[in-house]
């Protein structure tokens, strides 16, 4: 008897746990039914902005292509300031062909590498470069995850040339880096940070503001075997001699200001900087399964990013500049990046056909 009831017992589970995970997977498959079950309150109000200053697009898809010229730099050297001991590693890569679409709040993007460009060189060890972004950008708060891979770089600092005067290749070095800020826009009702950016919206007239950026970025920073050579070595600490992996976290806050400066009505000057603070920790690794301590610096790493262009109801284009910096003064050595991008954009927007407009409004939280 026990054994038919304890029967009847597992029975009615195998019945009922399929039921309720076919259930549960039900409602997470479908996002306008998991607000609804979980949070039946929820519903965001967007505050107006300022029409007089700002127009949106909340049907238009915005589809955009962009070629850019990059410059990377890295210099890395000793702390004793020997600049003739230094490493001055460089990229030859083509100009960068990228895409982006964005619908409303949302935006994504990404970038690989023409085979010609400005900064390409024959002397260098030949780069790769990958990258993909994904954008939200609210009319108040901003947020970009970003990931970029560099690799192949050449070191053409004045202790590691040939005697023919040859650089040293290093196609085993790679940078690859991990993105995420947020941005506060405190004249969100109108100044559009996100005009110039994803062009969901346009200035209609001049306007300035203050921003808030705080952000958290992982880089690393690696080779197959050590970053300097055996020449370069008395100059360095030799704690530093064979390492080949320099990973680091950087934390960022600070303070920045934006305008958009229409002219015409059409034509339009746009500039963002931020002067940064960041909270810098980092290890050095001889093999990347070692296990050190964490060490931390403070490094000012200022940003920018400026363009001039054209807006009307359907195209938009324009020229962009895009520029940072930071130097890092660390146990045993000076890392100093610089990361500069010119180009141009060019953009349509078409109506979002209605199956992009239904399937953001079942994917979104309520009332975005």
């Known amino acids: 008897m026990k054994s038919s009831r304890g029967r009847q017992v597992l029975f009615a589970l195998l019945l009922v746990v399929p039921t309720v995970a076919a259930a549960q997977e039900n409602v997470l498959l479908h996002p306008d039914k998991f607000y609804r079950k979980f949070f039946p309150h929820l519903r965001i109000k967007r505050a107006p902005l300022d029409t007089a200053y700002i127009k949106t697009y909340p049907n238009a898809l915005s589809v955009g292509v962009h070629v850019l010229s990059p410059g990377v730099r890295l210099n890395l050297s000793p702390r004793a ?92 070095v790679l940078s690859k880096e991990f993105q995420f800020e947020g941005i506060y826009n405190f004249n969100w009702k109108q100044y559009s940070y996100a005009a110039p950016i994803t062009f969901s919206q346009r200035q209609v007239r001049s306007r300035i503001g203050l921003l808030l950026k705080a952000g958290a970025f992982y880089h690393q920073l690696s080779g197959d075997s050590a970053l300097i050579t055996r020449t370069q070595q008395p100059y360095y600490d030799p704690a530093f001699a064979n390492i080949a992996t320099l990973r680091s976290v950087r934390v960022e806050a600070g303070p920045g200001v934006g305008g958009n400066l229409v002219l015409r009505r059409r034509f339009f000057v746009s500039f963002v900087f931020f002067p940064s603070v960041n909270l810098y920790l980092y290890k050095f690794l001889e093999n990347p399964q070692q296990k050190v301590s964490a060490r931390q610096a403070f490094v000012f790493r200022p940003e920018g990013r400026a363009s001039i262009g054209y807006q009307s109801r359907r195209m938009y284009g324009g020229v962009r500049f895009e520029y940072d910096w930071n130097r890092a003064a660390l146990q045993f050595i000076t890392l100093s990046t610089v990361n500069r991008y010119i180009g141009f954009d060019l953009g349509y927007r078409f109506t979002a056909p209605r199956a992009m407009r239904k399937f953001y409004r079942k994917t979104m939280p309520p009332g975005m």
């Not at 010609?116 to 790769?128: E, F, H, I, M, V």
């Open 81 to 172: 300031s020997e600049a003739s001991a230094s490493s001055n590693f460089r990229t030859s890569m083509g100009d960068i062909l990228g895409f982006s679409a964005s619908y409303r709040y949302v935006a994504a993007g990404f970038a690989f590498l023409l085979k010609s460009g400005l900064q390409k060189n024959d002397a260098y060890t030949p780069s790769a470069y990958r990258t993909a972004t994904l954008k939200f950008l609210g009319s108040a708060y901003s947020f970009q995850f970003k990931y970029i891979r560099i690799k192949g770089f050449t070191d053409i600092g004045a202790i590691n040339r040939g005697t023919d005067g040859s650089y040293r290749l290093r196609p085993d």
